[in-house]
């Protein structure tokens, strides 16, 4: 619909509340890529990051050489890793057992995952240009190691747009207490995009899960005061020549204003029934795995409503060098670390796949489980172990993904991405393939070049695409 259609609509009743409408979807609508799409196989990606590096030896890449090795120095090459207190060959803490039909071995850190490994396709041959938290988290989020980029849920809030109008395109879901990531809401930014696509972070159990979100003025008070404030700057913005800055301004502020009754309405579970809230976790002793479970099932409730890219976020116990803002980083007492952390996100997770794929979601809804990088598979002093991005396990599900596959192996020790290497920009590549969005394509012009998620580099990996 057109300006000159808008106003005329107006000037014959449609109203000022109408109008702002009206005008908000026609400046949304101007700020979405207009690139070529094609048929997605998914609608919406829920992103379970796993921010400080999950073990993969200990998880989804069972290596038995490390057991025959166990307390020997490797017999390979050691890279240089961030302490450089390498310590001898180090094997699992956990067995390894196969699952479901396909028969893929997981470890007991994550049993409940195990039972749904046949919606699982695993890419064993991850790597990463980085063994630094911030730089890794920036990398993995936007294909950069710095700040200033677009996140990767940005990225696809612009080239897709949001099919809500009352949420936002791209949420990120945090419980109280939780860090965000090295490298900070940067991780989450719209970089040079127009604004409206960066992340809205919702606290999950928390009473107002976005800061002021409860109104403070009577509601027709409030309505007549953003129509105000909107003509007001739709038309400065008629003498930009519409700059996209300013039309996201307008953009966001409209989506504030209804965001007052959507967010509330997300965050009131009190119509689910309690075998949901069972099978998630909510009722768990254990706070934190309750805290993630519920992120879960917003997730569900945010993908039932149409939001593009949703990122959850894990809550740390400090032990063995994990933090707050890097739950998985155990550079000592891996076993009692990673330990809490699986049975914090084994069960939601697993319920999260099982409610979506229950209820015809999970065809439409693509999955992306994966942290900034791996862990060797030699100790850091004893009993821990350090960075490794050389070659380490990442997962989809749903969305047009192979379930129960394998894609791509590390060497025998799980030290190097030996068959089928794939880097990130690979798996956003992908990704956007999934989403309908060429990677190629999708670009945005700063700084006098086209610039876009995958920079110059990414191929879709098509053997995983069902």
């Not at 014959?12 to 400046?27: D, H, N, V």
């Not at 180090?90 to 479901?100: A, C, E, R, V």
Request: with cysteine.
């Amino acid at each position: 619909m057109n300006r000159r259609t808008i106003l005329s609509r107006a000037s014959t009743g449609f109203g000022m509340a109408a109008l702002a409408g009206l005008m908000q979807e026609e400046a949304q609508a101007s700020l979405v890529h207009r690139a070529k799409r094609f048929a997605p196989k998914a609608r919406s990606v829920i992103f379970l990051y796993m921010s400080g590096g999950v073990s993969h030896v200990d998880s989804f890449d069972h290596k038995p050489m490390l057991k025959k090795f166990e307390g020997k120095p490797m017999p390979v090459a050691v890279k240089k890793t961030q302490f450089n207190n390498n310590g001898t060959v180090q094997p699992s803490h956990w067995d390894f057992k196969p699952y479901g039909q396909s028969g893929i071995e997981v470890s007991d850190l994550f049993p409940q995952i195990g039972g749904v490994i046949d919606d699982i396709c695993q890419l064993r041959s991850m790597t990463a240009k980085f063994s630094e938290h911030a730089q890794g988290n920036f990398f993995m989020h936007s294909g950069f190691p710095f700040l200033g980029f677009p996140s990767a849920g940005a990225w696809t809030s612009y080239g897709l747009g949001s099919e809500s109008r009352d949420l936002p395109g791209y949420v990120v879901l945090q419980s109280g207490g939780a860090a965000t990531p090295h490298g900070g809401v940067g991780l989450f930014s719209n970089g040079f995009l127009p604004a409206q696509h960066q992340a809205s972070i919702v606290k999950a159990d928390e009473a107002e899960a976005v800061a002021n979100i409860r109104p403070r003025q009577p509601h027709d008070l409030q309505r007549r005061q953003l129509d105000f404030i909107g003509a007001m700057d739709r038309r400065f913005a008629s003498t930009t020549q519409h700059d996209t800055h300013i039309e996201a301004a307008i953009s966001n502020y409209e989506m504030a204003w209804r965001m007052q009754a959507a967010v509330p309405d997300l965050c009131d579970i009190s119509g689910e029934t309690e075998a949901t809230k069972k099978l998630y976790g909510l009722d768990d002793p254990e706070p934190k795995k309750a805290a993630y479970a519920r992120q879960c099932l917003l997730a569900r409730r945010l993908v039932e409503r149409g939001v593009r890219f949703i990122e959850l976020s894990t809550l740390a116990y400090n032990l063995g060098g994990g933090n707050a803002a890097n739950p998985w980083d155990h550079h000592g007492a891996i076993k009692e670390g990673h330990g809490k952390m699986a049975n914090q996100i084994d069960q939601p997770i697993a319920a999260l796949i099982k409610d979506l794929k229950a209820r015809g979601l999970l065809d439409s809804t693509l999955l992306v489980w994966a942290g900034e990088f791996g862990r060797t598979p030699f100790a850091q002093g004893t009993n821990g172990r350090d960075h490794n991005p050389y070659g380490f396990t990442v997962w989809m599900a749903g969305g047009g993904v192979k379930g129960g596959h394998i894609y791509g192996a590390t060497d025998e020790f799980g030290y190097n991405a030996t068959e089928n290497v794939c880097t990130v920009y690979d798996l956003w590549a992908t990704v956007l393939h999934l989403m309908g969005l060429d990677h190629e394509q999708l670009t945005y012009r700063f700084g006098g070049r086209d610039l876009r998620l995958t920079d110059v580099h990414g191929n879709v990996l098509r053997d995983i695409i069902a």
